[in-house]
């Protein structure tokens, strides 16, 4: 049933434990929720629905419990009494309790004891027997206050001395199939519990959690659950609650089991050092993975305009043979997901750059590699020539130039033309590692594309550039960019440059990767070592947040890399599924 959003009320919006609020509306009337079920609230940020279990009832106000864990539901803690929020419910089926059922025990881990709540007071009401266990990491996350007074029996435990299973095993061991269990929390402890209640003979519920893109309309199937008999139900509809007994555990498990990882050194001066490792011999040794991407970063009298203290190595701006004045303005724009830009590879020439920039590039001590372009194949030999003896670590090579001999297509689509340019380029630098950086034109094609960089030369492949795009002023019907079209870059791009990345680390073409596109942030960054990449260009990321490499590399060595009980950024390279 499509339930409309309707703008509520706030009655309350509190902490109740550290990073856990308690979120109060008024409902009306033809709007009560009963047990089990759900409200979806609109996003902040982003486009997906979240939904969340009713927890409380009472006298016109439902109250849900939220974990603070992302930029929505951050905003949703910020909201305060009498802010208007827009949201949909109730949704799902109510959970039913059977009127021969006389003992009930709740098992909830971490969040998962926010529909135990509204499901106590019925069970109470209905003259059941009931035993609440609770599970949370630690002693300020149990939530169990409120569960007193009612008649219950209540029991906790935290990770420092198990797991809320091992109280739901003592109880079971005495009941002898008599209690009927209703567990919500991890998948984990669903599946433990289910298996635990299927030895003991005992009825078992479990409350399942899976996002929804539509809302809980049943327009997306997003929000499935597999059986075992193959048929597959949907938490919005026919959910939340399903018996244990149904779901297919192995399958549901798969995803959340993490990769085994081989044993790593600890004895590593720096964490982030990592050496990429060209063709015959060539390699480039780096303090850290993260480099600051072409386009998006410059040095110059008054210094970096980004923070480069966490940076393995430079890349300049795109220079061309000749002085380039660049596109016609307006030269960018924001739009949802990143920005779009046109700039034309505006710039000094190779000329000027070598004489009155490059200097204040080389004075910072970390490897410099000057970003070529060109019309034509004869510019980036131009380039190459140019650079041989500048004292330059290597070049990465602008395969996304159009090339005007050949109508404008870009080099990039044309493996044939990768490897000539990256050929030419070869033979001007005989001894520097030369990185090929891809355009995501390339995508139905990035192996090839990678390989033929790599026959022609390259000690490594960069992906990805900037994708194709327009945007349109509707009010004056013109496109918001000078030139018309740009390239789009920013967060939106970062999972189609983890896809081509995964790809062509899974073609093992025998040369690093650097990952490039739509890292805002270490989460980003992570993704593209898992998916293969053995460094990290961050571009339109540093415009916001100068600071970015640094964060990342401080997430790396302090939070991550232990989580991961791993010593070296390098072990993590390419070990996402």
Known sequence: MFHQFLTRELYSCEEVRP?????????????????????????????????????ELGEGIVSLYIRVVGKNTLAYSRLKKGDKIEMAGPKGRPIVLAPELENLILVAGGIGFAPFLFLLKEAVRQGKKVTILLGAKNKSQLFSAPFKGWGAAVETITDADGFVTDLLAGYLKSDAGKSAVIACGPVAMLAKTAE????????????????MACGGTGACKSCAVFGKDGSVKYVCQDGPAFPAKWVDWPRLEQRFKVISLPESSPHRANPLAIVLRGQHGRQLVLRSPLLPASGC??????????EIASAGALISKGIKPQVTSGNQTPRVCEVNGGMLNSIGLAGPGIDAFIAEHLPFWLATGLPVFVNIAGATIEDYEVNADKLAGTGIAGVEVNVSCPNLKKGGMAFGTLPIAIYEITSR??????????????????????????????????????LINTIPARAIDIRTRKPKLGAGS????????????????????????????IGCGGVNDPDGA???????????????GLFAQ????????????????????????QDLVGKGE
């Open 196 to 211: 635990m209640c299927a030895a003991r003979s005992n009825p078992c519920q479990v409350i399942m959690e899976e996002m």
């Open 546 to 569: 100068p600071d970015l490499l640094t964060k990342i590399a401080r997430f790396w060595k302090e939070e991550y890399l232990p989580s991961q009980g791993v010593y070296s950024i």
């Open 425 to 462: 380029v070869r033979q001007k630098l005989p001894h520097a590692f030369i990185i090929v950086k891809h355009t995501p034109r390339a995508m139905g094609n990035i192996v090839m594309a990678a390989r033929a960089a790599r026959d022609g030369g390259a000690d490594a492949n960069s």
């Open 486 to 513: 740009g390239g789009f870059s920013g967060p939106a791009i970062l999972p189609i440059a983890v896809q081509l990345v995964y790809e062509l680390a899974k073609a093992n073409l025998g040369i690093p990767i």
């Open 526 to 540: 992570t993704q593209l070592i898992l998916a293969g990449a053995s460094a990290v260009a961050i571009g339109a």
């Open 19 to 55: 990073g856990i609020i308690r979120l109060a509306f008024f409902c009306s009337q033809d709007s009560m929720p009963a047990p089990g079920q759900f409200f979806v609230i609109k996003p902040f940020s982003g486009v997906m629905r979240r939904p969340f279990s009713v927890a």
């Open 297 to 306: 970063f410059d040095i110059g009298h008054e210094g970096p305009t980004a």
